[in-house]
């Protein structure tokens, strides 16, 4: 399932297969279909053409349309995208996070008031670990809790505690539905995840306990979401010495191309951000000397491609100055090409930091490009 072939200091670069798909190279980013599809209008096809090797879609915004009995009817997430490569799909954990306003939080689970209609909704450990199951996905994140930073301490040590609780719940409803004979992924895995917001004892704690459970990778969640970006480092490195090491260890949510590097750089091996979509549906595109607004008005009469050590099929095919006008036009099409372009940066990102590892060159190239991709330009 997952094979470290080579480090540098706590950088990892491995490999893991799943239930679909072939051989997943990482470190390794995912793109965020959050609904089944890619916010842009990319497909799955699209998705292959940029260097995908794993799509990400949430429990949550299924369950509610069309419904996770819907897509199960149809065959399951991977035949009604026409997708043949690994799923991750996220618990509805972060729901509880996001949708502060409107749910109520219990030791049974979490009832939340649809965004949609308001209609109520509940999901526990079980109703998560059904939904999942209904979509086939190939990797099944378990039912958190996820705070904001900061929030007191009592407050996240009792979330801890529970978040254990339900990972037990989750771990036990995962394992009877893969073993059902109407199971529609019987190679479903499922990852536990880190909560402890930014207190680091709380942290290596929930880390040690969760890492004595049965799962098959395990995840930080909880970052990125209102700490100082230092603050999310510091976690990082305190919680990273107490996952297993055999493991795929991702890190929820992050984020900016140099989060990535300094992740990576921690020991992380999975990733995934709507960022680059969202940067790139309001015009800001990343390069390989810092990101860009294309809607600028210098780019107005630039006939250049929006990044010239970019290869990628609107790159190779389109100007700056046409992007800019379509922009201005508010066209489709300019959500369509600046997304294609920012995830195929990313999806190349971690092509590149793999061959860093593979020639040992890592810390020269972290050194480089970790601060200048934080630049905009």
């Known amino acids: 399932m997952f094979e470290i072939i080579k480090t540098q200091g706590r950088a990892r670069r491995g490999r893991f297969s799943c239930a679909h798909g072939g051989i997943v190279e990482t470190p390794v ?35 509610l349309r069309p419904g996770d009995d819907v897509v199960r009817a149809l065959g399951g997430l991977h035949k009604m995208m026409d997708w043949d490569g690994p799923i991750l799909t996220d618990s509805g954990g972060f729901q509880v996070f996001s949708l502060s306003g409107l749910r109520k939080i219990t030791e049974e689970g979490v009832t939340f008031a649809s965004h949609i209609d308001g209609r109520r909704i509940f999901m526990g450990p079980e109703e998560s670990m059904r939904i999942q199951a209904n979509l086939g996905s190939d990797i099944a994140m378990a039912f958190d809790e996820c705070v904001e930073n900061p929030a007191p301490y009592d407050y996240v040590k009792a979330s801890c505690e529970r978040t254990l609780r339900w990972l037990e719940r989750c771990v036990a409803e995962h394992q009877k539905l893969i073993a059902a004979l109407d199971c529609l992924n019987p190679g479903q895995m499922l990852f536990g995840i880190n909560q402890g917001g930014t207190y680091e004892d709380l942290r290596v704690w929930h880390m040690d306990e969760i890492a004595k459970l049965p799962c098959d990778g395990y995840a930080i969640g909880g970052l990125a979401v209102g700490e100082e970006t230092q603050v999310m480092y510091d976690i990082i490195d305190a919680v990273e010495p107490h996952m297993p090491a055999d493991k795929p260890r991702y890190l929820m949510g992050v984020g900016t191309p140099s989060n990535i590097i300094e992740g990576v750089y921690r020991g992380v091996d999975f990733f995934d951000c709507v960022m680059p979509a969202r940067n790139a549906r309001h015009g800001r595109l990343f390069t390989w000397r810092g990101s860009i607004n294309i809607k600028n008005e210098k780019y107005k009469l630039d006939t250049g491609p929006i990044d010239p050590e970019c290869d990628c099929p609107v790159c190779r095919s389109f100007s700056r100055a046409y992007l800019r006008h379509l922009f201005k036009a508010e066209e489709m099409l300019a959500m369509r090409l600046a997304v294609m372009h920012n995830l195929w940066f990313y999806n190349t990102l971690m092509e590149r930091i793999r061959e860093a590892l593979d020639s040992g060159d890592y810390d020269a190239f972290r050194a480089h490009y970790s601060p200048l991709l934080e630049q905009k330009i």
């Open 29 to 63: 980013f995912m793109n965020v279909g959050t609904q089944g599809a890619i916010k842009g209008a990319l497909s799955a096809h699209d998705l292959k053409k940029i260097k995908c090797q794993i799509e990400l879609s949430n429990t949550y915004h299924l369950h």
